[in-house]
């Protein structure tokens, strides 16, 4: 299975910014589409951004639209997101992802990096 390390995140006053990396090893697939997620407590898993594999395509939900960037490196299987301008509403684990396709939704052919905490105070 392939596995996926994340880097990055922690602690940031509102407003300010974090960059969150997750690279892929093990068992990869080339064309394979990457994304991020989160997750609060008590909460379902909510999309947060995805790239496809050629990177000529990104897609971001409204709430983090203009604000988070996502971009990658096909050839290193690495995926980075960069938060600017980060609410306490931010605050949440965060997931990277791979499928075979960019999705908006968890399907059973979606990888899972183990999250890491982003925490924005006031």
């Known amino acids: 299975q392939v596995q996926l390390v994340e880097s990055g995140g922690g602690l940031v006053q509102a407003g300010g910014s974090l960059r969150l990396s997750c690279a892929a090893s093990?068992?990869?697939?080339?064309?394979?589409?990457m994304g991020w997620f989160r997750q609060a407590p008590g909460k379902e898993r909510e999309f947060v951004a995805a790239i496809n594999w050629s990177a000529s395509r990104t897609y971001y939900p409204d709430s983090v639209k203009g604000r988070f960037t996502i971009s990658r490196d096909s050839d290193k299987n690495t995926v980075y997101l960069q938060m600017n301008n980060l609410k306490p509403g931010d605050t949440t684990v965060y997931y990277c992802?791979?499928?075979?396709?960019?999705?908006?939704?968890?399907?059973?052919?979606?990888?899972w990096s183990k999250g890491t905490q982003d925490t924005v105070y006031s």
């Open positions: 093990g068992r990869t697939f080339s064309g394979y589409a």
């Open positions: 992802s791979q499928a075979p396709t960019a999705v908006k939704l968890p399907t059973t052919r979606t990888s």
